[in-house]
């Protein structure tokens, strides 16, 4: 189980930095574009994930899954 934990913790990192990194990309070319490419991204991952026969695969999925979702969200504000 703890094996499992440790799979998300890059997905966690991505998170916690790519919002703020990512609003350079929505200032180039504007907020719609990057939130439709964030939701297909992560809805073609999602469709993948449930296909993955080993934690080294299920480990790039959710982070390429958190980078999408991170594209696709705005960043909170404190």
Known sequence: MRLLA???VPAICL???L???LGHLSDR???RPL???GLTWVGLS???LPLCS???WVLGWWT???LGLAAALPPKKP
């Open 64 to 66: 390429l899954k958190t």
């Open 6 to 8: 440790l799979a998300f």
């Open 19 to 21: 919002p703020s990194r």
């Open 29 to 31: 070319w504007g907020r």
């Open 15 to 17: 998170e916690s930095v």
């Open 35 to 37: 939130i439709m490419a």
């Open 54 to 56: 080993t934690l080294a």
């Open 46 to 48: 999602c469709l993948c």
